[in-house]
């Protein structure tokens, strides 16, 4: 039964990596380094879980400060702070960092590495309704994850190709703060039991549109690049 659960789990994460995977085809990253940063990003809920619950037992707060403490202080701020030092330390320097598109594939692949370990545990701790808890977790917190990195990817990318010193820390402090705002409003929201059609659903309408613009641009750099460098070799 543990076996189906995880590949239950694992279903939507393996269905967004391939979509990435074949987003970035123009110029492809190193199988090994996205391999790496999925990884890492699977093994960083051991130390996120555990400052998580460090950072919660401080949370004297009660009603709905209580749920913004945990939303944006704990969960947003702890894990989308993980993710954006995996990909500073691990991809950001590397050489086949050449493209803007390739900050985004970075951080969506560390990501739902922590999605992926994220979404095993849900499901198999919920053996009572562990279908319905797989469906929805599938259509809503592992896409999440991948939009959060999708706009932490794409200021990481501004910052890395940004000459002028000033913008590039400004595109750095976006790269951490916008995720963090993004994920603590997704969690707020549900947290608050706020009526889930009138304010949920419109909430993840905003993020896939804002992010699959973000993605699109970026791609399309990706593509007129490679033509050039078709051009160039004919």
């Known amino acids: 039964m543990l076996i189906q659960y995880?590949?239950?789990a694992?279903?939507?994460?393996?269905?967004?990596?391939s979509f990435l995977y074949i987003t970035d085809r123009f110029n492809k990253e190193p199988a090994k380094l996205l391999l790496k940063l999925f990884i890492l990003g699977f093994l960083s809920a051991a130390p996120i879980v555990l400052l998580e619950n460090i950072l919660s037992s401080f949370n004297i707060?009660?009603?709905?400060?209580a749920y913004a403490f945990e939303s944006f202080f704990v969960a947003g701020f702890i894990e989308e702070l993980f993710k954006r030092k995996i990909v500073l330390k691990f991809a950001y320097n590397n050489v086949a960092f050449?493209?803007?598109l390739d900050g985004i594939i970075y951080c969506a692949f560390t990501s739902l590495g922590f999605a992926a370990i994220e979404n095993i545990l849900y499901i198999a701790f919920q053996t009572e309704s562990f279908t319905n808890i797989a469906l929805t977790r599938g259509l809503l917190s592992v896409p999440a994850h991948m939009l959060f990195a999708i706009t932490m990817g794409y200021y990481l990318s501004l910052a890395k190709f940004s000459d002028n010193k000033r913008k590039k820390d400004y595109y750095m402090?976006?790269?951490l703060i916008e995720p963090i705002i993004l994920h603590g409003l997704y969690d707020f929201i549900?947290?608050?039991n706020a009526n889930f059609l009138f304010v949920f659903i419109p909430y993840m309408f905003f993020l896939?549109?804002?992010?699959?613009?973000?993605?699109?641009k970026l791609h399309k750099l990706?593509?007129?690049?490679?033509?050039?460098?078709?051009?160039?070799?004919?």
């Open 173 to 175: 402090r976006r790269a």
């Open 190 to 192: 549900l947290m608050t």
């Open 208 to 216: 896939w549109f804002v992010n699959m613009k973000k993605l699109n």
């Open 61 to 65: 707060f009660s009603g709905i400060v």
């Open 10 to 17: 694992l279903i939507p994460v393996v269905l967004l990596l």
């Open 98 to 100: 050449d493209e803007k």
């Open 6 to 8: 995880i590949v239950l």
């Open 222 to 234: 990706s593509k007129e690049q490679y033509k050039k460098d078709n051009k160039k070799l004919s």
